[in-house]
Nanobody
Framework: QVQLVESGGGLVQAGGSLRLSCAASGRTFSNYAMGWFRQAPGKEREFVAAISWSGGITKSADSVKGRFTISRDNAKNTVYLQTLNLKPEDTALYYC???????????????WGQGTQVTVSS
């Protein structure tokens, strides 16, 4: 089992930034690829970004490229999502998740956190 706890969400004005964190405990964190997903009210959960166990491979959704950056610190068992130039359409509950391999498919992720809310006002 891997337990994941997200933090860092909040209310921010458009154009602002937040750094989301996801702290992992349980099984060896560095064995897993990590991903960030988000879900807005009334919408499907969507892929945001993912990173391989070593950090050498990253993927991100087109909607966030150039604005969001995923990174990890295996010594701290933590994955981060740095968000810049936030837009109202980025408003959602943001989840981190753990998988065997880097993937944009939520179905391939084995473990999920409870989420942290990001709200962007216009």
């Amino acid at each position: 089992q891997v337990q994941l706890v997200e933090s860092g969400g909040g209310l921010v004005q458009a154009g602002g930034s937040l750094r989301l964190s996801c702290a992992a405990s349980g099984r060896t964190f560095s064995n897993y690829a990590m991903g960030w997903f988000r879900q807005a009210p009334g919408k499907e959960r969507e892929f945001v970004a993912a990173i391989s166990w070593s950090g050498g491979i990253t993927k991100s959704a087109d909607s966030v490229k150039g604005r969001f950056t995923i990174s990890r610190d295996n010594a701290k068992n933590t994955v981060y999502l740095q968000t810049l130039n936030l837009k109202p359409e980025d408003t959602a509950l943001y989840y981190c998740a753990a998988a065997t391999n880097v993937s944009p498919l939520a179905s391939l992720y084995h473990y999920w956190g409870q989420g942290t809310q990001v709200t962007v006002s216009s």
